[in-house]
């Protein structure tokens, strides 16, 4: 696999990456006390989708399960008396003229819900867990007051950030790519011909939510919650198969307001596995036919945001193009599903080339996404938080130190 002179460069690069995020990433930003984990600079401060991050570190070194429950707590503290979470929290001593906090799209990516539990798994904090479910309850009914407006029993996508794939194909058309307006994510967009839309990501992660409501129920003793959260949950996974899943391409697509299927293959597939809503069989056929196809997402460094394949596949930017380039959030993800559907053999080569790549680049800064057929890093986000991630647990994993 690597040389051992290659090794000793390997080691010298898990130091940096380690150090980096221990002594740059952990720490406090302008307006509050308690350390989190940051992004980066290009991104000042935390967004939803980036909670796992925290929790990710803590299962690598439990000495940063502090860490995680104050950048759990960051969202669960400003949450609106309405029950939306922010979808991200600025550092202003640093950031661009922006909201402190932001309520402008959902952006959630992993279930935060979901990791909410994962932290009292690790912590056995009980009082966290009462806090985090009456929270995560409030969270789950906005969802279902606010985004369900088609009465498909699927929650919807208001604007393009809401799915956080910046400058993807799948915003086609869209009039509010971006933002939602005026920093409220509840405006229903209805001068937009597309939007509405039910995205299968989002729903998995809502799918995700209500289980992992489940399982908070159950550890508090609430087993009649239990049973309403699960049966939820059951309900939305039926409904996503029948709106969004195409049979004969064996693959979850966007529906637009008007019922028509948004064919891009979009690495928002992912989403769906990573918060287990396919049976294995399904996710086998999801997984061959598509992301370990070498003619659509298993190009010489998986996983590019649009399968090879797809006729919205280009690189139209330098750097955060959920269009083209292989993500490092992606990849952080891969740990969620890539091993639980029986894939490790395949993620160790993923993880393999990743290694390599960031060790021996022209730049070691481990920055936010790779060219996916040169290995090329972009001009995007040196230091961020979930490709350091990926480096210091591939490197464990794979046995180089």
């Not at 409501?213 to 309900?235: Q, R, Y």
């Not at 294995?280 to 399968?307: G, M, S, W």
């Not at 080339?353 to 057929?373: A, H, Y």
């Given at each position: 696999m690597?040389?051992?002179?290659e090794?000793?460069?390997?080691?010298e690069c898990?130091?940096i990456a380690?150090?980096?995020?221990?002594?740059?990433?952990?720490g406090?930003?302008?307006?509050?006390?308690?350390?989190?984990?940051l992004?980066?600079d290009?991104?000042?401060?935390?967004?939803?989708?980036?909670?796992?991050d925290?929790?990710?570190?803590?299962?690598?070194?439990?000495?940063?399960?502090?860490?995680?429950?104050?950048?759990l707590c960051l969202f669960?503290?400003?949450?609106k008396?309405n029950?939306?979470?922010?979808?991200?929290v600025?550092d202003?001593?640093?950031?661009?003229?922006?909201?402190?906090?932001?309520?402008?799209?959902?952006q959630?990516c992993?279930?935060?819900?979901?990791?909410?539990?994962e932290?009292?798994?690790?912590?056995?904090?009980?009082e966290?867990?009462?806090?985090?479910?009456?929270?995560?309850?409030k969270?789950?009914?906005?969802?279902?007051?606010?985004r369900?407006?088609?009465?498909?029993?699927?929650i919807?996508?208001?604007c393009?950030?809401?799915?956080?794939?910046?400058?993807?194909?799948?915003?086609?058309?869209?009039?509010?790519?971006g933002?939602?307006?005026?920093?409220?994510a509840?405006?229903?967009?209805?001068?937009d011909?597309?939007?509405?839309?039910?995205a299968?990501?989002?729903n998995?992660?809502?799918?995700?939510?209500?289980?992992a409501?489940?399982?908070?129920?159950?550890?508090?003793?609430?087993e009649?919650d239990?049973?309403?959260?699960s049966?939820k949950?059951?309900?939305?996974?039926?409904?996503?198969l029948?709106v969004?899943f195409?049979?004969?391409?064996c693959?979850?697509?966007?529906?637009?307001?008007?019922?028509?299927k948004?064919?891009?293959?979009?690495?928002?597939?992912?989403n769906?596995?990573?918060e287990?809503?396919p049976?294995?069989?399904?996710?086998?056929?999801?997984?061959?036919?598509?992301?370990?196809?070498?003619?659509?997402?298993?190009?010489?460094?998986?996983?590019?945001?649009?399968?090879?394949?797809?006729v919205?596949?280009e690189?139209n930017?330098t750097?955060?193009s959920?269009?083209?380039?292989s993500?490092?959030?992606?990849?952080?993800?891969?740990?969620?599903?890539?091993?639980?559907?029986?894939?490790?053999?395949?993620f160790?080569?993923?993880?393999e080339?990743?290694v390599?790549?960031?060790?021996?680049s022209?730049?070691t800064?481990?920055g936010?996404?790779?060219?996916?057929?040169?290995g090329?890093?972009?001009?995007?986000?040196?230091?961020y938080?979930s490709?350091?991630?990926v480096?210091?647990?591939?490197v464990?994993?794979?046995?180089?130190?």
């Amino acid at each position: 696999m690597f040389a051992e002179n290659e090794k000793k460069r390997i080691k010298e690069c898990y130091d940096i990456a380690f150090d980096r995020i221990t002594k740059t990433n952990v720490g406090c930003f302008a307006g509050h006390t308690r350390p989190v984990f940051l992004i980066s600079d290009t991104y000042p401060g935390v967004w939803l989708e980036h909670s796992y991050d925290s929790v990710f570190l803590a299962k690598l070194d439990a000495r940063y399960l502090e860490i995680a429950k104050n950048t759990l707590c960051l969202f669960l503290d400003n949450q609106k008396s309405n029950g939306q979470l922010p979808c991200y929290v600025i550092d202003k001593s640093k950031g661009p003229d922006w909201s402190e906090f932001g309520y402008s799209q959902i952006q959630e990516c992993v279930s935060f819900t979901r990791l909410c539990y994962e932290y009292y798994d690790m912590s056995n904090d009980l009082e966290f867990l009462k806090y985090a479910y009456d929270k995560c309850v409030k969270w789950q009914e906005w969802q279902e007051k606010t985004r369900m407006s088609r009465n498909k029993g699927l929650i919807e996508m208001f604007c393009g950030y809401d799915t956080g794939h910046d400058n993807s194909c799948r915003m086609e058309g869209l009039k509010y790519d971006g933002c939602a307006k005026d920093n409220d994510a509840s405006v229903y967009p209805e001068d937009d011909d597309v939007l509405p839309v039910i995205a299968p990501d989002m729903n998995a992660v809502y799918y995700g939510t209500l289980m992992a409501l489940s399982d908070m129920a159950k550890a508090l003793g609430k087993e009649d919650d239990a049973k309403k959260w699960s049966i939820k949950a059951e309900s939305v996974k039926e409904r996503l198969l029948e709106v969004c899943f195409d049979k004969e391409d064996c693959f979850f697509y966007d529906v637009d307001k008007n019922g028509n299927k948004r064919k891009h293959l979009s690495i928002s597939i992912t989403n769906v596995l990573t918060e287990h809503l396919p049976d294995r069989e399904l996710a086998e056929e999801i997984i061959k036919r598509h992301l370990i196809n070498p003619d659509e997402f298993y190009t010489e460094y998986p996983f590019p945001a649009v399968a090879k394949s797809d006729v919205g596949f280009e690189r139209n930017k330098t750097g955060n193009s959920w269009n083209y380039y292989s993500q490092a959030l992606t990849i952080l993800r891969c740990t969620r599903w890539m091993d639980y559907y029986g894939y490790a053999k395949e993620f160790d080569a993923v993880l393999e080339k990743w290694v390599r790549q960031w060790t021996f680049s022209k730049t070691t800064k481990f920055g936010q996404e790779l060219d996916p057929f040169t290995g090329e890093p972009s001009d995007c986000s040196e230091w961020y938080s979930s490709c350091m991630l990926v480096y210091v647990y591939a490197v464990r994993r794979l046995g180089i130190i």
